[in-house]
């Protein structure tokens, strides 16, 4: 047990000290590394591993951005749950269309039926209709036409616009 232990804090440490970057100014150039000659001026820079020196955060924009910014990359379950729902709002959008489309096409039927209604109603020719409880045929007259094609032109008003 006591040798994990060791080995742990020596791991930590290690990493911690794996991420430093001191950076410096040589020659008029800053050059950034491992180990900084002897007498120059160092700036430690944080990365990925440590966490105890770290430059100030870059400087928020006016819009507030960087505050809505991720701080990482994604994990494999956000990176999963993301495409879900980028697959889902896809199916929603389609299925959405899907129905604005049967609904453009059921509407331009109906005024397509309702035009050709009007047509017929206002050609002056007689109309046959056929009596739905005893089957039986028969002429339409002039009230039952006014009143056809006034619920035809209400049909086509409907579905024309």
Do not use: H
């Not at 990493?15 to 120059?40: E, F, L, M, Y």
């Not at 928020?60 to 990176?79: C, Y």
């Amino acid at each position: 047990m006591r040798k994990i232990l060791i080995f742990l804090a020596f791991s930590v440490a290690a990493s911690a000290a794996q991420g430093q970057i001191k950076c410096w100014n040589q020659d008029g150039k800053r050059v950034c590394g491992d180990t900084p000659p002897p007498g120059a001026k160092v700036t430690t820079m944080r990365g990925a591993a440590s966490g105890d020196s770290a430059p100030a955060p870059a400087a928020a924009s006016k819009d507030g951005a960087t505050k809505d910014a991720k701080k990482g990359p994604l994990t494999p379950a956000e990176q999963d749950q993301e495409y879900r729902k980028r697959q889902a709002e896809a199916q929603k959008a389609g299925a959405k269309d899907a129905e604005e489309k049967r609904n453009a096409e059921a509407k331009r039927q109906n005024c397509a039926n309702a035009r050709s209604s009007v047509a017929g109603l206002e050609s002056g020719q007689r109309i046959l209709a056929t009596n739905p409880n005893t089957g039986e045929r028969y002429y339409l007259d002039e009230a039952q036409i006014a009143s056809q094609l006034a619920r035809a032109r209400q049909i086509e008003k409907e579905s024309c616009n």
